[in-house]
């Protein structure tokens, strides 16, 4: 298996400009999440999807960021316009939950998101 | 009270010792524990999950005390491939749900 992937690996993009984070999840799981982690604070769940269904974004910071899951393979983390505040590691995790509850996400690679 | 709490470090600890890390957690309904271990510019991985009866799997011991609301690693015989960031996880919200929230990791560096 490829594992969760991730693109691009890093971006450095200006002030105001468009910026948008891709992941490909592992093939069967039914549960995609993106998290962003800065040294302040840590490790952040923004949205996380359910068989490509948003179920809980009330972690996006805010209007300017959007995500999508159009079908099981693909989603992409939109953050427009982009401010310098914005820059962190943005995380894709996915996830296949069993009934006996013992679980854990496997996480991309992360994108190195900088705006100057 | 934070959902997952961690003391950051750093632990600087010689080869061969043992280490221990505690992580508390505010949810009393929380589930699922895990930890996870994350590199320096790596992406988090999963180290073991944390069962009620604690669990084992070599060199490594967790723990969980409900009660106290706290969730213990232990790093037996450390080598320095073990320096990284240990990663207290926890399903905050209970049963039906399945996100997990990270405390911001505790440091360990493994001295020759």
């Known amino acids: 298996d490829a594992g969760v992937i991730q693109s691009p690996r890093h971006e450095v993009t200006e002030m105001g400009q468009e910026v948008t984070l891709r992941c490909k999840p592992i093939s069967g799981h039914d549960y995609l999440f993106w998290y962003r982690q800065t040294m302040m604070r840590g490790l952040e769940l923004l949205i996380y999807?359910?068989?490509?269904?948003?179920?809980?974004d009330s972690g996006m910071p805010e209007d300017r960021f959007s995500a999508k899951m159009p079908n099981a393979s693909f989603s992409t983390l939109k953050i427009q316009p982009s401010e310098p505040r914005d820059s962190a590691v943005y995380f894709c995790?996915?996830?296949?939950?069993?009934?006996?509850?013992?679980?854990?996400?496997?996480f991309g690679s992360g994108t190195r998101l900088t705006v100057v | 009270r934070k959902e997952v709490e961690q003391d950051p470090g750093p632990f600087n600890v010689p080869e061969g010792a043992t280490v221990a890390f505690n992580c508390t957690y505010s949810?009393?309904?929380?589930?699922?524990f895990f930890w996870y271990r994350q590199d320096c510019r790596k992406e988090p991985k999963l180290l073991m999950s944390v069962y009620s009866s604690g669990n084992e799997d070599g060199r490594f011991t967790a723990q969980l005390n409900r009660a106290s609301q706290y969730i213990s690693l232990l790093i037996r015989d450390s080598k320095l491939s073990d320096s990284a960031t240990y990663l207290c996880?926890?399903?905050?919200?209970?049963?039906?749900?399945?996100?997990?929230?990270f405390g911001k990791g505790t440091k360990l560096s493994v001295i020759p």
């Open positions: 995790a996915s996830s296949l939950f069993r009934d006996r509850g013992d679980y854990g996400y496997t």
């Open positions: 949810n009393s309904a929380s589930q699922s």
């Open positions: 996880v926890v399903n905050p919200r209970g049963a039906g749900s399945y996100q997990l929230t």
């Open positions: 999807f359910n068989n490509n269904v948003p179920i809980d």
